[in-house]
T-cell receptor
Framework: SQKIEQNSEALNIQEGKTATLTCNYTNYSPAYLQWYRQDPGRGPVFLLL?????KEKRKERLKVTFDTTLKQSLFHITASQPADSATYLCALDIGWSFQKLVFGTGTRLLVSP | NAGVTQTPKFQVLKTGQSMTLQCAQDMNHEYMSWYRQDPGMGLRLIHYSVGAGITDQGEVPNGYNVSRSTTEDFPLRLLSAAPSQTSVYFC????????????????FGSGTQLSVL
């Protein structure tokens, strides 16, 4: 069956370190992959999009990689800050339209001062 | 711009009651959608619309109705609420119905927490 896996356990790191979150998928061939941030009681907020022909995308302290052979995306936050604490969701497009955008369950990141 | 506005923020229903979750956006987006979010599960698409007068089913449409009479509004109706519909509901919109532009992304509302007793 088609599945998107993100670590269900929270990731705890110290301020200043690099946080790395993983998104693995099976049985999909996505055209692109997106990452969203979600704070408690709020809706997800778009962060980055990476296409299947792109290996890496950066935005300020954020970096996303996309390995279509491994069927995996890694999401990095460098020089992490307590304000980065949130749940991060990955989403895959499987049909070149939002009606086929499939979300993972998210990984909670906790950055300690 | 207010973005995507959802009302109410919280709602408690009894089994069998009906209600409408409201969603409005002021960004002139063609695409609008409804998701539900449950613990341990990813966001799941309920219904979506690629423009006024056009709606279609997503992954979990049973028990829900939608209509799109204007570009701005996309209400979600629960016809006869069931405990299985207890969830957090999110409305989202995008300027790119097909998600094929360079800047495709979803803008989400802040959600409606619904409990069905």
């Amino acid at each position: 069956s088609q599945k998107i896996e993100q670590n269900s356990e929270a990731l705890n790191i110290q301020e200043g370190k690099t946080a790395t979150l993983t998104c693995n998928y099976t049985n999909y061939s996505p055209a692109y992959l997106q990452w969203y941030r979600q704070d408690p009681g709020r809706g997800p907020v778009f962060l980055l999009l990476i296409r299947e022909n792109e290996k890496e995308k950066r935005k300020e302290r954020l970096k996303v990689t996309f390995d279509t052979t491994l069927k995996q995306s890694l999401f990095h936050i460098t020089a992490s800050q307590p304000a980065d604490s949130a749940t991060y969701l990955c989403a895959l497009d499987i049909g070149w339209s939002f009606q086929k955008l499939v979300f993972g369950t998210g990984t909670r990141l906790l950055v300690s001062p | 711009n207010a973005g995507v506005t959802q009302t109410p923020k919280f709602q408690v229903l009894k089994t069998g009651q009906s209600m409408t979750l409201q969603c409005a956006q002021d960004m002139n987006h063609e695409y609008m959608s409804w998701y539900r979010q449950d613990p341990g599960m990813g966001l799941r698409l309920i219904h979506y619309s690629v423009g006024a007068g056009i709606t279609d089913q997503g992954e979990v449409p049973n028990g829900y109705n939608v209509s799109r009479s204007t570009t701005e509004d996309f209400p979600l109706r629960l016809l006869s609420a069931a405990p299985s519909q207890t969830s957090v509901y999110f409305c989202a919109s995008s300027s790119d119905p097909q998600g094929q532009s360079a800047n495709e992304k979803l803008f989400f509302g802040s959600g409606t927490q619904l409990s069905v007793l």
